[in-house]
């Protein structure tokens, strides 16, 4: 796909309606894996260049305003760097993140409103900070099966 054609798909995605609808339908055309039952919030942003680099896992939420980027390219003279970002199924992510490359956040974490996620996130972690640190053991997925009273009495003090 183009790439003015896939900056174009992204710009729509923010402002779509159909945050399990339409919204994934658009990332999915530009080459992201999504899996079942993604929510994306308005006016995420999915790198405008390289969103095949992005995999996310069934039941995930993305909340409203988070960044994902796969890529940095810092001038032509630069060399560029490109990297993976997955996302396991069952994963929360708060508004306003930022998710950053080279980063799996694994299944079942919770990563609050805010975060700046810079390295790999265990599964079943609450990851926040500044700076972004394990804040708990997640027991119970933040997802709508389970719901924010069951994530809450799931969770667990690190041992």
């Known amino acids: 796909m183009g790439r003015l054609l896939s900056s174009a798909l992204n710009r729509l995605a923010m402002v779509a309606p159909g945050g399990a609808t339409v919204r994934p339908l658009l990332h999915r055309w530009r080459g992201a894996a999504l899996g079942a039952n993604v929510w994306i919030g308005l006016y995420v942003y999915i790198d405008d260049l390289h969103p095949e680099l992005l995999s996310v896992g069934d ?3 993305i ?8 890529h940095f390219y810092w001038g032509p003279r ?8 997955r996302i396991g199924s069952d994963v929360f992510i708060g508004p306003h993140c930022v998710i950053l490359p080279n980063v799996t ?3 079942g974490a919770v990563i609050p409103a805010g975060a700046v996620v810079t390295r790999n996130v265990p599964a ?3 990851w926040g900070g500044p700076p972004a640190a394990a804040l708990g053991a997640v027991t119970v997925p933040l997802t709508a099966t389970h719901g924010y009273i069951g994530f809450l009495q ?3 003090p690190l041992e």
């Open 59 to 61: 039941n995930c939420t």
């Open 154 to 156: 799931g969770l667990r």
């Open 124 to 126: 079943r972690t609450l």
């Open 78 to 85: 630069q060399p560029k760097t490109r990297g993976n970002v």
């Open 63 to 70: 909340g409203i305003r988070t960044s994902i980027i796969t």
């Open 105 to 107: 956040i694994g299944e």
